[in-house]
T-cell receptor, first 115, second 115 residues
Framework: AQKVTQAQTEISVVEKEDVTLDCVYETRDTTYYLFWYKQPPSGELVFLIRRNSFDEQNEISGRYSWNFQKSTSSFNFTITASQVVDSAVYFC????????????WGLGTSLAVNP | DAGITQSPRHKVTETGTPVTLRCHQT?????MYWYRQDPGHGLRLIHY???????DKGEVSDGYSVSRSKTEDFLLTLESATSSQTSVYFCAIGGDLSASTDTQYFGPGTRLTVL
C-alpha cells in the first residue's frame, strides 16, 4: 500500500517560534520521491522540495529544513523562527518511480502563525 | 515559475450543462495532470496525459473526460456537470522521471461552482 499521513491537521504558533510538520509515508518501492508543497491563503500550490529515496541527506533552505529518515519512513519539515507569511496549508506527497507518475498526497497540515 | 495557465479561473454553471476547463503550458512538458481539491480529501487525480493524444484515468475520473491535441494544451470536460463536481481544479505539468523534470508544477487553479 502507498500512503502519506500528515497527522497534524492544524497547528497554531506565535511568530518566531519553531514548528515541525510531520509526514509519514508507506511504500514498498525502493525507489521513490518525496515532496513538500505550500498552499498559501491565495490558493496556489507552490513546490518547496523534492527528495529522492536514495538520498537521506537533510536539507536546509533559509528558515526551512527537512529531515528525511528512511528508518522511520518520515520526511519532516521544520520552519525556524516562523513568520506570519508562513501561514499556509502544507502538503507532503509521495511518488513511486513505477507508479505512472501518480503523486500520493497527504491531507495537509494547516499552519497558522500569529503575530 | 513554470509557465502554466488555466482558464477560466472562476466559473459558475448549472447542473446538466457541459463545462470545459483549459490548461495551457509553455514549458513543453510531456506530462500533464488534472486534479480536484476538496476539503477533507486533499488533492485527487482525475486524469493525466503522457503525450499528445495519450491519456489515462486517475482515481476520480467518473464524469470527466480529457483531450490533448497539442503538447501545450490539456482540456478537462465535464459532459454534464453535477453539484458534486463543485471543486477547485488544478492542472499540473512535469513528473517525467526519465528526465530531471520529475517534479509536478501547478497552475493557479479554477474554482468551479455547479448550482
Amino acid at each position: 500500500a502507498q500512503k502519506v499521513t500528515q497527522a497534524q491537521t492544524e497547528i497554531s504558533v506565535v511568530e518566531k517560534e519553531d514548528v515541525t510538520l510531520d509526514c509519514v509515508y508507506e511504500t514498498r518501492d525502493t525507489t521513490y520521491y518525496l515532496f513538500w508543497y505550500k498552499q498559501p491563503p491565495s490558493g496556489e500550490l507552490v513546490f518547496l522540495i523534492r527528495r529522492n529515496s536514495f538520498d537521506e541527506q537533510n536539507e536546509i533552505s533559509g528558515r526551512y529544513s527537512w529531515n528525511f529518515q528512511k528508518s522511520t519512513s518520515s520526511f519532516n519539515f521544520t520552519i525556524t523562527a516562523s513568520q506570519v507569511v508562513d501561514s499556509a496549508v502544507y502538503f507532503c506527497a509521495l511518488l513511486n518511480a513505477g507508479n505512472n507518475r501518480k503523486l500520493i498526497w497527504g491531507l495537509g497540515t494547516s499552519l497558522a502563525v500569529n503575530p | 515559475d513554470a509557465g502554466i495557465t488555466q482558464s477560466p479561473r472562476h466559473k459558475v454553471t448549472e447542473t446538466g450543462t457541459p463545462v470545459t476547463l483549459r490548461c495551457h503550458q509553455t514549458e513543453n512538458h510531456r506530462y500533464m495532470y488534472w486534479y480536484r481539491q476538496d476539503p477533507g480529501h486533499g488533492l485527487r487525480l482525475i486524469h493525466y496525459s503522457y503525450g499528445v493524444k495519450d491519456t489515462d484515468k486517475g482515481e476520480v475520473s467518473d464524469g470527466y473526460s480529457v483531450s490533448r491535441s497539442k503538447t501545450e494544451d490539456f482540456l478537462l470536460t465535464l459532459e454534464s456537470a453535477t453539484s458534486s463536481q463543485t471543486s477547485v481544479y488544478f492542472c499540473a505539468i512535469g513528473g517525467d522521471l526519465s528526465a530531471s523534470t520529475d517534479t509536478q508544477y501547478f497552475g493557479p487553479g479554477t474554482r468551479l461552482t455547479v448550482l
